[in-house]
């Protein structure tokens, strides 16, 4: 099984700016691409900001400019940067990655998400 933990979610103020975290944990033996998915109260989960194993990325509309996706190979750990938060930002933000794990069996994990709240 690969785990997935998000850290970083908090509450902060219009124009501010958070780093969002993932870890991958279990017997990992590629991760072809991560995400950063969010779901606002009454709304569908939409993607913010993937990765790719070659480190291509792809960005919402309502992300680009702002947020900035990263990964840390050796840590199976990914990130993502907010900058100039808007209140429309407020969600949970979920991690998501695909690969394989070390037994050779392709894996689809989901984080548990963290809040992400942006208010003055």
Known sequence: QV???ESG?????PGGSLRLSCAASGTI???YHMGWY???PGKERE???GITETRD???ADSAKGRFTISRDNARN???LQMNSLKPEDTAKYYCHAEGLTGWGDRFDSWG???LVTVSS
């Open 3 to 5: 785990q997935l933990v």
């Open 9 to 13: 979610g908090e509450l902060v103020q």
């Open 29 to 31: 033996f590629r991760l």
């Open 38 to 40: 969010r779901q606002a």
């Open 47 to 49: 993607l913010v900001a």
């Open 57 to 59: 990325t792809n960005y």
């Open 77 to 79: 750990t990914w990130y």
């Open 112 to 114: 548990q998400g963290t």
